[in-house]
């Protein structure tokens, strides 16, 4: 007999046997199983009875599932994919709808405005327009609408914007409309299209005799705290001589009590030195018990012990009362800031 030249395979040396061809609905259904339970419900979510009743009857039917057949998938899902890309056509919509999926709509709706602010003017001129309006107009508007598309439309809004809109409302409407706003649940787009509709026709309506309002001490003092420190010394003694009453209102905007609980521990030990006991205890009187630790932490054990003792036998003090404590200790600061024993931030010219 003559042998052949080409050597024989080996079957008892073969390093492993060869795994079968992964059909599609094999690779689909080890991608699925692949990810984490929740991305896998979304996906599995927009399929159809019959996809949903085939995936899911290969996951329960393979098995287990060898190495090998696991990077097949990959691979197969990666070969599709070759020179395929992303497309941008619609992206706006493929964002919205993930983030959606991941902290809601109306959070989605905020965050849209600024990640897309120019899309969300064009596909919402009314409520792009009622943004720009003083809430006591937004009121008028809203007034004669039913409560359900009061609470939809406000939730289109800035809270503290709907929040005011919602007070300029008549006092009958309070209770229907944030009762609908807590139960509302899910709203198809196609409701919030009518309603866009219906608002932007009343809005064309009352165009003529609505003022837009623009700018404000708040918008002013975001510009300022957000500019160099040397805009702040330049402009604001500049504005004390045209108007002090402004020049007042912006100070007080530019620097709450909030802004303290970014200084570091030593810092706030500096500004507590200068601090009087009865004044300190009013103004932490007015925040939460994580806030209190931001201070009690840069005294000693035994001090911090001592002022919260004494805040719980304060009992309860008038609001006013912590606004005015809570004011002498920004003035406090800052002297301190001007005087430079106090440095705010990372101790450069720039602070909040």
């Not at 329960?60 to 899902?77: H, K, L, Q, T």
């Amino acid at each position: 007999m003559i042998q052949s030249d080409i050597p024989q395979p080996d079957t008892a040396l073969s390093a492993e046997p060869a795994v079968p061809a992964l059909l599609g609905a094999d690779k689909a259904a080890i991608m699925v199983m692949l990810l984490s339970e929740e991305d896998a419900s979304r996906i599995l979510s927009q399929l159809t009875p019959d996809e949903l009743r085939q995936i899911a009857t290969t996951m329960v039917e393979m098995g287990e599932i060898e190495p090998r057949a696991i990077s097949d998938a990959i691979a197969g899902f990666s070969h599709s994919t070759e020179g395929k890309g992303i497309s941008a056509h619609g992206r706006i919509d493929n964002v919205r709808r993930m983030l959606e999926g991941a902290v809601g709509e109306v959070k989605t709706e905020n965050l849209m405005r600024q990640v897309a602010p120019q899309e969300q003017e064009m596909s919402q001129p009314a409520l792009g327009l009622l943004r720009w309006l003083e809430p006591k107009i937004i009121g008028e508007i809203l007034a004669d609408e039913h409560p359900q598309a009061i609470a939809v439309l406000l939730l289109q809004l800035d809270s503290d914007v709907a929040a005011a809109a919602l007070s300029a409302l008549p006092e009958h409407l309070h209770t229907p409309v944030l009762h609908r706003v807590a139960r509302l649940g899910p709203v198809s787009r196609q409701a919030i299209g009518i309603l866009e509709q219906t608002l932007n026709a009343k809005i064309e309506r009352l165009h003529g005799a609505i003022p837009l309002t623009m700018g404000g001490v708040r918008q002013a003092a975001e510009i300022i705290n957000s500019s160099h420190r040397s805009v702040e010394q330049r402009v604001m003694p500049s504005i004390s001589e045209i108007d002090k009453d402004l020049a007042k209102e912006l100070e007080n905007e530019m620097f709450k009590f909030e802004h303290l609980f970014a200084l570091d521990t030593k810092m706030i030990g500096t500004l507590l030195r200068e601090v009087e006991s009865d004044v300190l205890i009013l103004a932490l009187k007015g925040l939460e018990e994580p806030q209190r630790d931001l201070f009690f932490a840069a005294m000693s054990s035994r001090a911090a012990d001592g002022l919260r003792d004494e805040i719980e036998n304060r009992g309860r003090v008038r609001k006013s009362e912590v606004d005015v404590a809570q004011k002498d200790i920004v003035a406090i600061a800052k002297k301190l800031i001007e005087s430079g024993d106090l440095i705010m931030g990372d101790g450069g010219d720039d602070y909040v």
